[in-house]
C-alpha cells in the first residue's frame, strides 16, 4: 500500500520560496496511471488543489498559482517536491501530497500524507 509524507520547514519568511517534499513508500512514482498532487488547507477554509505531476513526468498546475509553482521529482529518491515563490501570510495552511490513479483533481485522490503546517511570517 502506498504512503505519502510530507517534509519541509515548518516556518517561511514572506517574499521567500516555501520548499516541500513528498517521499512516497510501497510505491513507485513512475507506476504507470500514478497522478501525484500537492493539495492545501488554509485556516478555516477548504481543500486547495495546486498541482501535480504524473507518473511519465507531466506537470499541471492550478491557473490561480501556476506562475508561482513548481513541482519536479527525483526518481533515486522517489520523491516529489513542492516549490511555491513569493510566498505571503494568505499562504500559510497545512500542505498535503497525495496519489490518484484516475487522473486530476481532490475527488479523485486515493493515498494522503498526514500533512504538514507551513506559516509565513515575519
Known amino acids: 500500500q502506498v504512503q505519502l509524507q510530507e517534509s519541509g520547514p515548518g516556518l517561511v519568511k514572506p517574499s521567500q520560496t516555501l520548499s516541500l517534499t513528498c517521499t512516497v513508500s510501497g510505491g513507485s512514482v513512475t507506476t504507470n496511471d500514478y497522478f501525484w498532487s500537492w493539495i492545501r488547507q488554509p485556516p478555516g477554509k477548504g481543500l486547495e488543489w495546486m498541482g501535480g505531476?504524473?507518473?511519465?513526468?507531466?506537470?499541471l498546475y492550478s491557473p490561480s498559482l501556476k506562475s508561482r509553482t513548481s513541482i519536479s521529482r527525483d526518481l533515486s529518491k522517489n520523491h516529489f517536491t513542492l516549490q511555491l515563490s513569493s510566498v505571503t501570510p494568505e499562504d500559510t495552511a497545512v500542505y498535503y501530497c497525495?496519489?490518484?490513479?484516475?487522473?486530476?483533481?481532490?475527488?479523485?485522490?486515493?493515498?494522503w500524507g498526514q500533512g504538514t503546517q507551513v506559516t509565513v511570517s515575519s
Open positions: 497525495a496519489r490518484s490513479t484516475t487522473g486530476w483533481g481532490v475527488t479523485r485522490l486515493d493515498s
Open positions: 505531476i504524473n507518473y511519465s513526468g507531466y506537470s
